[in-house]
């Protein structure tokens, strides 16, 4: 595979995240019923949701993405301290929308100092793998530095073994789809995750698309595997409703990855806010010469 497909495949990754987060923060806690009554298909970026979003604007998921991107390119490396610190400037800006167990690990670090919690019941939601994609760039020739890279960015917030799980097979099926590997390897990294927690299994898709991090995953990995483009794994997607916000954008980073940026909808990406992409398309370029790949 040429640089320039790897880039590509990394960019579309990286947009695709931004593009899924946009389009179903307005459907977010929508049922699908609720949204066939309300929009038919809901297949335009057009803001609003319960948050009020501007068309195109993003939520927590990119915001703490480009916080964990942007910690890895100022260190040149990584530096579990920048990451938190990200994290702190990030929650007192004010942010839309910040999900509790990100709150509470966020304030935990800002006021005792603390870098991890320990493990608790509570912490198997989606808000560590939701914003992992920038370590994954970062070591796609590196998988010891993956591993404990993601790990470490978990438990700030997140530390629960399905959280931990999850964070790193998303991963690792990202890293696969930038290098142009096929979807049965893909699968295998999918089987893994269920061969060793037998509730991630996701055929029969069971229809729920919660931010509880078994739902999500087996939402994402339903409808990635079972479409056939960016567009239409994208909006299959967010019209289950729920997480719509973060589901799609795990979504989106799974089919950017796989089929390029070039096959996201160009009406979406004109849409995106312009600041995040642009930031996006920094972001990826610094990651993958981090990651020795260009």
Known sequence: MSTEQLLDR?????????????LGATV????PKQIQKRYGVHRDMIGGGWLNLEAGQVTDDTQMSLAVGQAIIDHQGWNIQAVADNFVAWLESNPPDIGNTCRR?????????ELFGLPRDDDAGNGACMRNLPAVLATLNRPDNFNAWSLQQSHITHNHPLSDAATLTLGRIVNCLIKGLDMDVCKQEAERLIGQYGEFAYSPYPGKASAYIVDTVQTVLHYFFSTDSFESCLIATVNQGADADTTGALAGMLAGAKYGVEQIPERWLARLDQQIADQIRQQTTGLIQLAGLL
């Open 10 to 22: 990394a960019l579309g990754a990286y947009l695709g995240f931004a593009c899924g987060d946009a």
């Open 28 to 31: 977010e806690f929508m049922s």
């Open 105 to 113: 690990g966020i304030l935990r670090y800002r006021d005792n100092g």
